[in-house]
């Protein structure tokens, strides 16, 4: 929220059915939120109906069709850089073509220090049977494996720095108390 001023039009990458578009909303001038699936999007329509001033649209994350420069704060945060399953070097390429010069784009992940409680997490997912057993072998690091496929990863602040090398922005990783790391990305 530090990084959103009153006048920005921000881009919510993967909002889902959007549970964050109110909060971002509290300071930005406009949110704009895109998610591929309708049904989420349906669903987000149904929450955001009193707040006019924010937009929902299908598209993909990686193939915006919005034109270069177009806002000031991209913002892909609840580990959308993992969970989308996409290129990840090609959704930064692509949140920065969108992003105003001296804008900011922001990817986040879970913190290290937050290993115990989204492993538990998981484990009561796969209680609950809302996804399968977690296969312990593979899980490690960051990475939950469940037994029926399904895969939930994180990315280090060396991977960040990784990904982002060469692309044209500043960048700067922040640990948000204890459960989140962000990569912001400063555009050029």
Not at 69 to 76: K, T
Not at 79 to 90: E, K, P, T, W, Y
Not at 145 to 166: I, M, P, Q, W, Y
Request: charged share 25%.
């Amino acid at each position: 929220m530090s990084h959103i001023s009153a006048g920005d039009v921000v881009l919510d990458l993967g909002c889902g059915y959007g549970r964050v578009i109110p909060r971002l909303a509290e300071r930005a001038r406009r949110v704009i939120g895109i998610d591929s699936s309708w049904p989420s999007l349906l669903l987000a329509r149904e929450q955001l109906e009193r707040q006019p001033r924010n937009l929902l649209a299908a598209m993909d994350a990686v193939h915006l069709g919005f034109r270069a420069g177009a806002f000031d704060i991209v913002a892909c945060i609840q580990n959308g850089i993992s969970a989308f399953h996409v290129d990840r070097r090609a959704l930064m390429a692509e949140s920065l073509r969108v992003a105003k010069a001296g804008g900011k784009v922001l990817f986040s992940t879970y913190s290290e220090k937050f290993w115990e409680h989204r492993l538990d997490w998981f484990e009561r997912q796969a209680a609950a049977g809302l996804l399968g057993e977690l296969d312990y072998d593979q899980t490690r690091d960051g990475l939950i494996v469940c037994k029926d496929g399904f895969r939930a990863s994180t990315v280090s602040a060396a991977e960040f720095k990784e990904l982002a090398a060469g692309l044209k922005a500043t960048l700067s990783i922040e640990e948000v108390d204890g459960s989140s790391l962000f990569l912001v990305l400063l555009a050029q």
